[in-house]
């Protein structure tokens, strides 16, 4: 396969990626599901797609690197499921807001 054509598989990939991460949000304001639920459902999502993705490339995860992203992998689900339920409160716009300046304010408290 020549450069330019990995580039733009690659470019597309990134995009295509991108676009379904941002409708997340979207998509949990218009489900009944809780957000919790959501989570789990799009993160299962996530493990079947990464798992034909292992498959397809013929690669394998040691256990030592699933050891070592095990805490991470828990503390990430949390995250979306968390947020999820934040985006079920209220807005999607307050939740990116509130996303959005969390950097700041942990700056400031810390300076």
Known sequence: MTEDRLHRRGVS???????IWAWGPVLVKW???SGPTF????LWV???VSAIALVVTKRRIS????RACAFGG???AADIGLGFT???ATTVADVA???ALAPVLRRRASG
């Open 13 to 19: 990939a990134v995009w295509l990626a991108t676009f």
């Open 31 to 33: 489900s009944d599901l």
């Open 39 to 42: 989570a789990m459902c799009r």
């Open 46 to 48: 996530g493990v079947c």
């Open 63 to 66: 256990w030592t690197a699933f």
């Open 74 to 76: 828990v503390l990430f």
């Open 86 to 88: 934040a985006i079920r």
């Open 97 to 99: 807001l509130i996303g």
